[in-house]
Nanobody, 121 residues
């Protein structure tokens, strides 16, 4: 059974940093597109960042220069380093795996349960 488990969310002040982790189990994702999405309060889920099997990354314009996605294939884990956080980054953050198109959530086969990130002003 495939599982994606996110961790690292929490409450942080504006300008602070958090590092999210997503540990996968049940199969290896070293050859798969991995991504992070988020659902702000009262809004639709949106793309944040993705990383391909070769390490190519893609970011939403709203997080470019502040967030960094990375992966450790030996640990079957993907990370999201979030710096210079803003109140508008407040959302539930979801890890996704097995995608075929980085920004389209419909192409991802596996999802984590989500972790809450709250940025206070």
């Amino acid at each position: 059974q495939v599982q994606l488990v996110e961790s690292g969310g929490g409450l942080v002040q504006a300008g602070g940093s958090l590092r999210l982790s997503c540990a996968a189990s049940g199969r290896t994702f070293s050859d798969s597109l991995m991504g992070w999405f988020r659902r702000p309060p009262g809004k639709e889920r949106e793309f944040v960042a993705s990383i391909g099997s070769t390490g190519v990354t893609n970011y939403a314009d709203s997080v470019k220069g502040r967030f960094t996605i990375s992966r450790d294939n030996a640990k079957n884990t993907v990370y999201l380093q979030m710096n210079s956080l803003k109140p508008e980054d407040t959302a539930v953050y979801y890890c996704a795996a097995g995608g075929t198109y980085s920004g389209d959530e419909r192409t991802y086969n596996y999802w984590g349960q989500g972790t809450q990130v709250t940025v206070s002003s």
